[in-house]
T-cell receptor, first 114, second 112 residues
């Protein structure tokens, strides 16, 4: 398997623009997670899905952020409108187990909002 | 989930064993110890986990003290590619609700 795939790998946009990050989990995994990493706050869980259903979105910073998982092989994280403070590395991870602590991370999307 | 404490940084000579300590003095009986690492510019990578017995896999060994208040991750023959930030996480197996909390970890520098 190719592992968790994320696109784009790098994104530079201007404040106010819509940003869409994409993730393809490992085939057969039941859980999908979105994380954000910054120097100031470290690695934070934003939201996670179980069998395509959002389970916990308490980490989503505000209404400008939304995430969807229309099927088992695809998820998006959208920021609209984007702000400079959203600049970070966004990771997607997936887990094959009922107990989801063994997570496999993608390479991340490095987002810069100017 | 129990809080963990790790040294902020460590150095290790290439080819030698790297021993990374973690304190989790408030760990409860049903909490596991998980280790992840993050190599620069990559996503975190799962290494190993354990409850009370020592564990070994192709990447590392995990030694947990008998009272479970601390543990040590051992990389038996460190290479330059093992330079990374290592995270020790204590949490309930199956009860974490996805909440892997990554602290500041230990930045391991393997030097030639």
């Amino acid at each position: 398997d190719a592992g968790v795939i994320q696109s784009p790998r790098h994104e530079v946009t201007e404040m106010g623009q819509e940003v869409t990050l994409r993730c393809k989990p490992i085939s057969g995994h039941d859980y999908l997670f979105w994380y954000r990493q910054t120097m100031m706050r470290g690695l934070e869980l934003l939201i996670y899905f179980n069998n395509n259903v959002p389970i916990d979105d308490s980490g989503m910073p505000e209404d400008r952020f939304s995430a969807k998982m229309p099927n088992a092989s695809f998820s998006t994280l959208k920021i609209q409108p984007s702000e400079p403070r959203d600049s970070a590395v966004y990771f997607c991870a997936s887990s094959p187990f009922v107990y989801q602590e063994t997570q496999y991370f993608g390479p991340g999307t490095r987002l810069l909002v100017l | 989930d129990a809080k963990t404490t790790q040294p902020p940084s460590m150095d290790c000579a290439e080819g030698r064993a790297a021993n990374l300590p973690c304190n989790h003095s408030t760990i409860s009986g049903n909490e596991y110890v998980y280790w992840y690492r993050q190599i620069h510019s990559q996503g975190p990578q799962y290494i190993i986990h354990g409850l009370k017995n020592n564990e070994t896999n192709e990447m590392a060994s995990l030694i947990i003290t008998e009272d479970r208040k601390s543990s040590t991750l051992i990389l038996p023959h460190a290479t330059l590619r093992d330079t990374a930030v290592y995270y020790c996480i204590a949490l309930n197996y199956g009860g974490s609700q996805g909440n892997l909390i990554f602290g500041k970890g230990t930045k391991l520098s393997v030097k030639p």
